[in-house]
């Protein structure tokens, strides 16, 4: 049984979908340069389009404002995710007792519908965001509730949930130079499901569970994990708020240093705000057993707190996506970076058949491919051939249409 928090975002159908849809994508590259592959024009036009879109998994901005006056729709996926305790698959699905000791998962994935037209761009998003931090301990304390591996030892717990599924609408646009560009673009978002909480406690050795700690909780549905100690969630006094909603203004740019050297920046959530209104909330303080240095105070009883509804609101932290692609020998490097995940990617592009291939290594001990057409492209760099042992993954598909 894993840790509640964990089991609804990104959610096992958005992870199977993602993987499904880039099978796809690659597929539908392929067939269509088999169709195309004889035709040396069309061959040409992909030698001089894919150089400067196929760097991995990003998106593809025009430096020098080429191929703005007319109309452009296009639908893109791309999947970050890292998990150090288990594999991603058991962080959707439930933890297993194999789990290793680790300080963090983040995932965050994006599935895009894009219209763009004379550098003003259209949006539509569905968002799946999840960021948990945690101590060493708290894994142990976890496996020693649910499957009986006892830990020695005082043991301090320290865990940081934040978590949500959302829709969303926005707008860009692209102010651009002779060999620069800068696209701002703003969403508003509509909240389907979010979990934001911090947990604190300490488990003290001795005879039976010897635990303090303290919980501040905030949720659409009550999924936290009880560690096997804390009491059950009580039916709250008032109603709680059912519609949420957040916005968050990104940042990207482009950069042609040189003929040679192509520079590229993304922040997401640079400038960000979620409003949950009068959220469903749970703060407790628990007490169990002997304990000498209590994190809180419960007044004495075994458990004291609120299950009431209260105001919420909250930011994330921006992630940051920087690349560097040099043209005439076809390396490319690509750092992505998110509180403690720090991801550096680096490949080198060749020609085969119309197709633009970039064998890809990560210093997240990933190996991949990126594929980039004139029909779309497709990046995937894990690092288990095994998709249910994955730990750290990166996915990226999409297609685009010009007329």
Not at 46 to 73: K, R
Not at 190 to 215: C, I, M, P, V, W
Not at 309 to 338: C, E, M, N, V
Request: glycine content about 8%.
């Amino acid at each position: 049984m894993a840790p509640e928090p964990l089991r609804r975002q990104p959610g096992r159908v958005a992870w199977l979908a993602i993987l499904r849809t880039s099978t796809l994508v690659l597929a539908l590259l392929v067939t269509a340069e088999s169709v195309a592959v004889d035709n040396e024009q069309a061959g040409a036009q992909v030698s001089t389009s894919t150089s400067a879109q196929t760097m991995p998994g990003s998106t593809v901005y025009s430096a020098d404002g080429a191929g703005n006056s007319h109309a452009n729709i296009s639908l893109t996926l791309e999947l970050e995710a890292t998990s150090e305790p288990v594999p991603i698959a058991q962080m959707i699905n439930g933890w297993e007792e194999s789990a290793q000791r680790g300080e963090f998962a983040y995932a965050d994935g994006r599935l895009q519908l894009v219209a763009d037209y004379n550098k003003v761009q259209l949006m539509a998003e569905r968002r799946w965001f999840y960021s948990l931090r945690f101590s060493p301990d708290t894994v142990d304390v976890y496996l020693d509730a649910e499957f009986g591996q006892e830990s020695a030892g005082t043991q301090d717990l320290s865990l940081i949930a934040e978590s949500f599924e959302a829709k969303g609408i926005g707008v860009g646009y692209e102010f651009s130079g002779q060999r620069w560009s800068v696209t701002p673009s703003f969403t508003l978002y509509k909240l389907l499901h979010y979990q934001f909480g911090e947990f604190t406690g300490r488990s003290f050795e001795g005879d039976g569970t010897n635990l303090s700690a303290g919980l501040s909780y905030y949720f659409d549905e009550y999924r936290f994990p009880s560690f096997g100690t804390l009491p059950e969630y009580q039916d709250p006094q008032g109603n709680a708020s059912t519609q949420w909603f957040g916005y968050a203004l990104h940042l990207a740019g482009e950069w042609a240093v040189s003929e040679s050297w192509h520079l590229k920046a993304r922040v997401r959530d640079a400038w960000n705000h979620f409003d949950m209104f009068n959220s469903a909330h749970r703060q407790i303080c628990a007490e169990v057993g002997e304990v000498a240095d209590p994190v809180c105070a419960s007044n004495g009883a075994a458990a004291g707190g609120d299950d009431n509804p209260k105001p919420f609101t909250t930011q994330i932290q921006p992630s940051l996506r920087l690349s560097a692609q040099h043209l005439p020998q076809g390396w490319q490097a690509d750092l992505a970076w998110y509180r403690e995940y720090v991801n550096l990617t680096v490949g080198r592009q060749f020609q085969w058949r119309g197709l633009a291939l970039t064998p890809l290594v990560s210093t997240q001990r990933q190996l991949g491919l990126a594929v980039a057409h004139r029909f779309g492209h497709l990046t995937y760099l894990v690092d288990h051939w095994n998709p249910d042992q994955a730990r750290d993954a990166r996915i990226a598909a999409g297609f685009s249409y010009s007329f």
